[in-house]
């Protein structure tokens, strides 16, 4: 199978950012292959993809003369969240993370991890709501922090944080922090549309909205 799907492969140009991206389109082009489809169609689509709402998605920002980009994902494991945070970090020249965890006992022990992977590979922090469910949102957040104290010898101290519970403001907080050629990137929600909290209510959510509708408001 590897020689047959040597040379669609070298004809593969992804507009998809990621290696994690790379290997999910080479496991189609596999799953192409053994269906007997045609690889080269299987290619030009693949090629085709533009963006994968709330995954990897990227907005082009302008904010307050600053030009930075802004990545949308729905990263929400450990691993996933590595992956995201192991790809953006060598193109961009500051790292700003907008990170918050599910709440309603949804495996708790994440939480710490994301702290610990965050204190990694960002250089600023935004901790935020995600979906508390009928937990305490705040005690969430102290769970997320507390993994920075786990961080690697190889990285001196935890990055610069800050507790934004309100998930509009953290974004916008973000936004302001960025100058030119930095990232920032939100996780947990990707293109979800509502953030469930307490008493079984969920509230109408659009992460790109929230991002479109702040940029656009920039003096």
């Given at each position: 199978?590897?020689?047959?799907?040597?040379?669609?492969?070298?004809?593969l140009?992804?507009?998809?950012?990621?290696?994690?991206?790379?290997?999910?389109?080479?496991?189609?082009?596999?799953?192409?292959?053994a269906?007997?489809?045609?690889?080269?169609?299987?290619?030009?689509?693949i090629n085709?993809?533009?963006?994968?709402?709330?995954?990897?998605?990227?907005i082009?920002?302008?904010?307050?003369?600053?030009m930075f980009?802004?990545?949308?994902?729905?990263?929400?494991?450990p691993?996933?969240?590595?992956?995201?945070?192991?790809?953006l970090?060598?193109?961009?020249?500051?790292?700003?993370?907008i990170l918050?965890?599910?709440?309603?006992?949804?495996?708790?022990?994440?939480?710490?991890?994301?702290?610990?992977?965050?204190?990694?590979?960002?250089d600023?922090?935004?901790?935020t709501?995600?979906?508390?469910?009928?937990?305490?949102?705040?005690?969430i957040?102290?769970?997320?922090?507390?993994?920075f104290s786990q961080i690697?010898?190889?990285?001196?101290?935890?990055?610069?944080?800050q507790?934004?519970?309100?998930r509009?403001?953290a974004?916008?907080?973000?936004?302001?922090l960025?100058?030119?050629?930095?990232i920032?990137?939100?996780?947990?929600?990707?293109?979800?549309?509502?953030?469930?909290?307490?008493?079984?209510?969920?509230?109408?959510?659009?992460?790109?909205?929230?991002v479109?509708?702040?940029?656009?408001?920039?003096?």
């Open positions: 199978m590897i020689s047959l799907l040597r040379q669609p492969v070298s004809n140009h992804l507009q998809l950012l990621g290696d994690f991206n790379d290997y999910n389109a080479l496991a189609a082009l596999a799953v192409a292959y269906y007997n489809l045609d690889l080269d169609k299987a290619v030009e689509s085709s993809i533009k963006f994968i709402p709330g995954r990897m998605e990227i082009d920002a302008e904010f307050k003369g600053s980009k802004v990545v949308i994902d729905y990263a929400h494991t691993d996933s969240l590595e992956a995201v945070y192991r790809n970090k060598p193109r961009a020249k500051k790292l700003i993370c918050g965890a599910a709440g309603g006992g949804r495996d708790k022990w994440k939480r710490p991890e994301f702290g610990k992977i965050a204190a990694k590979y960002c600023e922090v935004i901790l709501n995600e979906d508390p469910y009928d937990e305490n949102p705040a005690e957040l102290e769970q997320i922090s507390a993994g690697s010898s190889l990285k001196s101290r935890p990055p610069k944080y507790k934004i519970l309100d509009r403001e974004i916008r907080q973000g936004l302001i960025a100058k030119d050629g930095d920032v990137v939100i996780t947990g929600k990707g293109s979800e549309t509502s953030i469930a909290v307490a008493g079984g209510k969920k509230i109408p959510w659009s992460e790109r909205a929230v479109e509708e702040i940029l656009s408001a920039a003096p």
